[in-house]
């Protein structure tokens, strides 16, 4: 069984519409969690960082961790179809920082 | 944007050559990574270096070597390439042992 689990999709919603992507995880250590986007023929970028448990915002989109369930999100509010993309979550534990990651899940965004 | 350089961005060669894949960044990281990504798969960490003449092996296992003799290059090298060496290849570096990863946008290499 992988580390990390993520559903690949693709999933695909109109403009406008609120994402929700998802990924589960059976470490525990795991405190480091991040979420990249990878546009097609590019390297992935980061997208949000966060530490531990809790809520963080950054414009359209908000990643959750929920340690309790070993499950993260990454919502993205009125959806555009730049975002278009496969987004990766990755995480690591404090002991080791090695990332370790999703297989990504494919989104795509209609007009 | 990301300052970090990977070439060439795709290449197919025959069974049995030698290639070198090269990546730079001018950011000034001491720690660079090179990772294999394969359709619908994981990124995978075969080699990483914290700095100048540091090199380590990742979790995958691999055939390649690298080599950072400068900050800013660290080039991988598979001495004699079969197609099952056929994969994305990413470079990345980073400023802090957890924290942003910054990717090239990879090298592309198909061997047949």
């Known amino acids: 069984q992988k580390e990390v689990e993520q559903d690949p999709g693709p999933l695909s919603v109109p403009e406008g519409a609120i994402v929700s992507l998802n990924c589960t995880y059976s470490?525990?250590?795991?405190?480091?969690f991040m979420w990249y986007r990878q546009y097609s023929r590019k390297g992935p970028e980061l997208l949000m960082y966060?530490?531990s448990s809790g809520n963080k915002e950054d414009g359209r989109f908000t990643a959750q961790v929920d340690k309790s369930s070993k499950y993260i999100s990454l919502f993205i509010r009125d959806s555009q179809p730049s975002d278009s993309a496969t987004y990766l979550c990755?995480?690591?534990?404090?002991?080791?920082?090695?990332?370790?990651w999703g297989a990504g899940t494919k989104l795509i965004i209609k007009p | 944007e990301a300052d970090i350089y990977q070439t060439p961005r795709y290449l197919v060669i025959g069974t049995g050559k030698k290639i070198t894949l090269e990546c730079s960044q001018t950011?000034?990281?001491?720690?660079m990574y090179w990772y294999q990504q394969d359709p619908g798969m994981e990124l995978h960490l075969i080699h990483y270096?914290?700095?100048?003449?540091?090199?380590e092996k990742g979790d995958l296992s691999s055939e390649s070597t690298v080599s950072r003799i400068r900050t800013e290059h660290f080039p991988l090298t598979l001495e004699s390439a079969r197609p099952s060496h056929t994969s994305q290849y990413l470079c990345a570096s980073s400023e802090q042992d957890v924290g942003e990863l910054f990717f090239g946008e990879g090298s592309r290499l198909t061997v047949l």
């Open positions: 990755a995480m690591s534990a404090e002991s080791n920082y090695q990332l370790i």
């Open positions: 950011m000034g990281h001491d720690k």
């Open positions: 966060t530490y």
């Open positions: 470490n525990s250590a795991f405190q480091y």
């Open positions: 270096s914290y700095g100048v003449n540091s090199t």
